[in-house]
């Protein structure tokens, strides 16, 4: 008879591992040059198993880490001769890995002489190496012309120590050589955190407890999460969704799709992302890892649990891809230089919003997305020093999907984010590159109505303090903004545009690509709004007076889409109940 482990010991070593994951992710927070590192936090650390399970990922954003172990698993079927000292290096899209733009460090722990487990830190660059200045290039037709420098899991260290091979190729086709290297030694360190970290639990603890621990950890996560599928009713859900028109995807975009069976007998759900279009002649195209990660994430947001995001919950969870699919397992050469981002965004949207089918209670609306300028990737010149810069800046947020019980929250970046990254400072940002933000504010009744409100919009207008600034962008939602549900209003949709300072005139931009932004030109981004949860009717009359002193609603759509009446700047109770009745047809 297999002896229990002890639970008081679990949850002490399933603490200990999530602080030695939190404590590699403060290291590279710290220590990182690149601002979307170490302002926005566009980076994500874990802790694998010897056999590629993902055990711990603490604050990990889900499309960095929920399909990590294939990672491991590359490190693995390409190294015979991996030992204490190595580190690899992994941005291989069609391995186990996201996108080119995010580089992983994996480093091997061995324990008393055998490998037990693997640390991963994964960071979004500055710069690949694209053909152009931007991480994120929509456009590209194939691998080739988006023009990454591609590593599948290549040995970057041995004995400790860098193959200075590997070190001078990233330098030599990086635009920011000595930002990327001090990035690189970044993830080098946190991953090295977890090794140290993890030699020492052994010492504490024994191998012995640790492997035990493993098992033990995994089968309880599995036993929550099968106890929460039980609960539910047996469905099947359906979802769609369209991604704007983008270069490659025709005039109508990309209408994608997924079905959901839900079967509480068997404990198990499983999503079916197969019946999608095959890949496209764009960068749109999702990896294994990150189709994986965005049906995970949308899932576990749709299940009210909160549930452990390790490998024995996945194991209930089934996700069904096809090779070749847009949204699936990508074919060599089809780029996926924006597979952690649009389609991936929508697959999220689609899982947790079907989950609202199932009854008042499940699910969230659909949450914004979109590259918009105030999200680009800028480069140029900076006159100031005359050093070349990229770096892509998250100065706007967008608005977050409302959930059954709380509005969306208007610095959610984007759904396969999970609300994880984060804004970038104003004024750092200003120090750093040279540009002015002229203002950020959050603009009123741009998040979907409801009795729980999606999360705002944010309006960004900068200009540049050179000659130009160079922005990379996609705006997405122009024509399919974010949906709300149960009865709840969709987001309001993105914008942008330039004007001159002297004129005031203003001019349209290109909805994706490229624009030099020139001295004595603003540019104006807008981005989307939040879906709404639920009746706006059934929104709390005291939280729309709230709102509307806050200037989040306006005193139009208090009447208009909630039914609130309010008059010398108080709630007339009364009244309110009048026409909300009314309005419901409630006699």
Same mark, same amino acid.
């Given at each position: 008879?297999?002896?229990?482990?002890?639970?008081?010991?679990?949850?002490?070593?399933?603490?200990?591992?999530?602080?030695?994951?939190?404590?590699?992710?403060?290291?590279?927070?710290?220590?990182?040059?690149?601002?979307?590192?170490?302002?926005?936090?566009?980076?994500?650390?874990?802790?694998?198993?010897?056999? !590629?399970?993902?055990?711990?990922?603490?604050?990990?954003?889900?499309?960095?880490?929920?399909?990590?172990?294939?990672?491991?698993?590359?490190?693995?079927?390409?190294?015979?001769?991996?030992?204490?000292?190595?580190?690899?290096?992994? !941005?291989?899209?069609?391995?186990?890995?996201?996108?080119?733009?995010?580089?992983?460090?994996?480093?091997?722990?061995?324990?008393?002489?055998?490998?037990?487990?693997?640390?991963?830190?994964?960071?979004?660059?500055?710069?690949?190496?694209?053909?152009?200045?931007?991480?994120?290039?929509?456009?590209?037709?194939?691998?080739?012309?988006?023009?990454?420098?591609?590593?599948?899991?290549?040995?970057?260290?041995?004995?400790?120590?860098?193959?200075?091979?590997?070190?001078?190729?990233?330098?030599?086709?990086?635009?920011?050589?000595?930002?990327?290297?001090?990035?690189?030694?970044?993830?080098?360190?946190?991953?090295?955190?977890?090794?140290?970290?993890?030699?020492?639990?052994?010492?504490?603890?024994?191998?012995?407890?640790?492997?035990?621990?493993?098992?033990?950890?995994?089968?309880?996560?599995?036993?929550?999460?099968?106890?929460?599928?039980?609960?539910?009713?047996?469905?099947?859900?359906?979802?769609?969704?369209?991604?704007?028109?983008?270069?490659?995807?025709?005039?109508?975009?990309?209408?994608?799709?997924?079905?959901?069976?839900?079967?509480?007998?068997?404990?198990?759900?499983?999503?079916?992302?197969?019946?999608?279009?095959?890949?496209?002649?764009?960068?749109?195209?999702?990896?294994?890892?990150?189709?994986?990660?965005?049906?995970?994430?949308?899932?576990?947001?749709?299940?009210?649990?909160?549930?452990?995001?390790?490998?024995?919950?996945?194991?209930?969870?089934?996700?069904?891809?096809?090779?070749?699919?847009?949204?699936?397992?990508?074919?060599?050469?089809?780029?996926?230089?924006?597979?952690?981002?649009?389609?991936?965004?929508?697959?999220?949207?689609?899982?947790?919003?079907?989950?609202?089918?199932?009854?008042?209670?499940?699910?969230?609306?659909?949450?914004?997305?979109?590259?918009?300028?105030?999200?680009?990737?800028?480069?140029?010149?900076?006159?100031?020093?005359?050093?070349?810069?990229?770096?892509?800046?998250?100065?706007?947020?967008?608005?977050?999907?409302?959930?059954?019980?709380?509005?969306?929250?208007?610095?959610?970046?984007?759904?396969?984010?999970?609300?994880?990254?984060?804004?970038?400072?104003?004024?750092?940002?200003?120090?750093?590159?040279?540009?002015?933000?002229?203002?950020?504010?959050?603009?009123?009744?741009?998040?979907?109505?409801?009795?729980?409100?999606?999360?705002?919009?944010?309006?960004?207008?900068?200009?540049?303090?050179?000659?130009?600034?160079?922005?990379?962008?996609?705006?997405?939602?122009?024509?399919?903004?974010?949906?709300?549900?149960?009865?709840?209003?969709?987001?309001?949709?993105?914008?942008?545009?330039?004007?001159?300072?002297?004129?005031?005139?203003?001019?349209?931009?290109?909805?994706?690509?490229?624009?030099?932004?020139?001295?004595?030109?603003?540019?104006?981004?807008?981005?989307?709004?939040?879906?709404?949860?639920? !009746?706006?009717?059934?929104?709390?009359?005291?939280?729309?007076?709230?709102?509307?002193?806050?200037?989040?609603?306006?005193?139009?759509?208090?009447?208009?889409?909630?039914?609130?009446?309010?008059?010398?700047?108080?709630?007339?109770?009364?009244?309110?109940?009048?026409?909300?009745?009314?309005?419901?047809?409630?006699?």
């Amino acid at each position: 008879m297999t002896r229990q482990f002890d639970p008081v010991k679990l949850s002490v070593l399933a603490n200990a591992f999530d602080g030695i994951v939190r404590e590699m992710t403060n290291g590279l927070l710290r220590s990182a040059r690149s601002s979307v590192i170490n302002t926005a936090r566009d980076f994500s650390c874990a802790v694998l198993t010897a056999d !590629n399970q993902l055990l711990a990922a603490a604050e990990g954003v889900p499309v960095h880490v929920f399909g990590a172990g294939p990672l491991g698993e590359d490190m693995i079927e390409l190294h015979d001769d991996i030992r204490e000292g190595d580190a690899f290096l992994h !941005n291989d899209p069609y391995r186990g890995n996201s996108h080119a733009a995010d580089h992983c460090i994996l480093v091997p722990i061995f324990v008393e002489g055998r490998h037990l487990f693997t640390a991963v830190t994964k960071a979004h660059q500055a710069d690949c190496g694209n053909s152009l200045p931007t991480t994120f290039f929509a456009t590209a037709r194939d691998v080739y012309e988006e023009g990454a420098l591609i590593f599948p899991c290549v040995r970057v260290q041995r004995d400790y120590m860098d193959i200075d091979d590997i070190v001078r190729m990233c330098r030599a086709r990086i635009r920011v050589p000595d930002q990327w290297y001090g990035d690189y030694l970044a993830s080098v360190g946190a991953s090295r955190i977890a090794e140290r970290r993890i030699k020492e639990l052994s010492e504490k603890f024994g191998v012995d407890d640790l492997l035990a621990f493993v098992d033990a950890w995994f089968d309880y996560s599995e036993r929550i999460t099968a106890s929460a599928i039980e609960t539910m009713p047996e469905s099947t859900l359906h979802g769609k969704s369209a991604h704007d028109p983008f270069p490659g995807t025709g005039p109508d975009g990309v209408e994608l799709q997924a079905t959901i069976h839900i079967k509480p007998s068997d404990g198990r759900i499983s999503i079916d992302l197969r019946d999608n279009p095959d890949n496209l002649p764009n960068g749109l195209n999702l990896t294994r890892a990150t189709a994986t990660g965005a049906a995970l994430a949308g899932v576990l947001s749709g299940i009210p649990e909160t549930l452990p995001s390790n490998a024995g919950t996945f194991r209930r969870i089934e996700v069904l891809l096809r090779e070749g699919c847009a949204v699936g397992i990508p074919q060599h050469p089809f780029s996926c230089s924006s597979g952690t981002t649009n389609l991936a965004d929508r697959i999220v949207n689609i899982a947790q919003a079907a989950f609202s089918q199932i009854e008042d209670g499940y699910g969230t609306a659909e949450g914004a997305a979109g590259q918009a300028p105030a999200k680009s990737v800028i480069s140029g010149t900076d006159e100031r020093n005359g050093n070349a810069y990229v770096n892509q800046i998250l100065v706007g947020g967008v608005g977050g999907p409302a959930t059954p019980y709380v509005d969306g929250w208007p610095t959610y970046q984007r759904p396969v984010c999970g609300a994880l990254l984060y804004h970038d400072s104003v004024e750092v940002d200003e120090q750093r590159y040279p540009i002015l933000i002229h203002e950020r504010t959050l603009i009123a009744d741009s998040g979907g109505a409801g009795r729980q409100r999606g999360g705002l919009a944010t309006r960004v207008s900068m200009e540049p303090r050179a000659d130009a600034v160079t922005l990379t962008y996609g705006i997405e939602g122009k024509l399919n903004p974010p949906k709300g549900v149960r009865g709840g209003g969709g987001g309001a949709e993105p914008d942008a545009w330039v004007e001159d300072l002297t004129t005031g005139e203003r001019r349209a931009i290109p909805v994706v690509g490229r624009y030099d932004l020139k001295r004595g030109e603003k540019v104006v981004s807008i981005t989307p709004g939040g879906g709404g949860y639920g !009746n706006p009717l059934e929104r709390d009359a005291e939280a729309v007076l709230d709102d509307l002193r806050e200037n989040r609603v306006s005193a139009e759509a208090a009447l208009s889409e909630y039914g609130v009446v309010i008059t010398d700047g108080a709630l007339d109770a009364d009244a309110t109940t009048s026409l909300r009745r009314e309005r419901l047809g409630v006699h």
